[in-house]
C-alpha cells in the first residue's frame, strides 16, 4: 500500500486531469490486439476517432468538451469474431465491425443511444 | 452498412468466442499510453495479471471460468495523474496507481467489491 501522504488529493488532480470533472458520457474501446489489428481494427479505430472529430462530440485536450472518448484496448477475447468494439457504460460488446459500420455505431448508438443490434454479441453493463 | 448476410449469427459467434457466453464479471483496462507508461503502467498490468493469474480469476484461454478480464489501453485523459486503472463495469477510474496499490484493489474492490476510495478519481458507471 501506498503511504496515503504520497497521493495528491483528488482536488489537486482535477487541476491536473480536466477529464475528471467533466461529464464524459461513453468511451469506446477498439480492440487492437494481434487478431483484430490484421482484420483491420486500426483502420476502424481512426474512423472512429475522425467522424467523432467532425460531429464535435471526440474528448480530446484540444476539444475537452467533447462526450465521448475513443481509445484502443488489448484483446478481449473477440480474436477470431474481431474487430471488436466495447462501448462503455453500457458494456455493449460489438464483433465484426467494419469502417463501413462506424458512421451506423456513431449515429444509432452514441447520438442516439440505441445499440446496433446485429453486431452486439455481449452485454457486460453495470 | 454491411451487408447482415455476411455477418455470422450469434450462434456461430459464440462457438468461436466462448467469452461471449461466460458470466465474466469485471474488467481492468491498464493505460499504457506514453505518460502512463513511464510512470511504471507496464509493471502495474503485469502485476495485475500476475496476481490475478495466481488467485484463479483471471480470464485467459487456458482459464475460461476466470471472472475478471484485464487488459492494457489507450490514455484516458490522466496522464499528469497516472498510471490510471480502470474498472468496469462499475466505471470506477483510479490514479496514480502503482505495483504496490495492486492487491489492495483486488483485495477490496475485485474481490470483495469495495473500491480503494483513496486512489478514486472518476466514476462513469451506468
Same mark, same amino acid.
Given at each position: ?10 482536488? !489537486? ?5 480536466? $477529464?475528471?470533472?467533466? =461529464?464524459?458520457?461513453?468511451? *469506446?474501446? &477498439? ?37 465521448? !472518448? ?5 484483446? $478481449?477475447?473477440?480474436? =477470431?469474431?474481431?474487430?471488436? *468494439?466495447? &462501448? ?39
Amino acid at each position: 500500500m501506498s503511504d496515503p501522504g504520497s497521493v495528491p488529493s483528488p482536488e !489537486q488532480d482535477a487541476a491536473l486531469a480536466p $477529464v475528471i470533472t467533466h =461529464a464524459l458520457q461513453r468511451q *469506446v474501446f &477498439v480492440c487492437t490486439s494481434k487478431s483484430c489489428a490484421a482484420n483491420g481494427s486500426e483502420a476502424v479505430l481512426e474512423a472512429f476517432k475522425a467522424q467523432l472529430i467532425e460531429a464535435g462530440v471526440l474528448y480530446t485536450k484540444r476539444n475537452p468538451d467533447g462526450e465521448v !472518448q475513443c481509445l484502443q484496448c488489448g484483446s $478481449v477475447g473477440f480474436c =477470431a469474431i474481431g474487430p471488436a *468494439v466495447l &462501448v462503455y457504460p453500457e458494456g455493449i460488446w460489438y464483433a465484426h465491425v467494419t469502417v463501413a459500420d462506424v458512421p451506423e455505431i456513431i449515429e444509432h448508438h452514441l447520438k442516439g443511444g440505441v445499440p446496433v443490434e446485429r453486431l452486439v454479441r455481449k452485454r457486460t453493463g453495470a
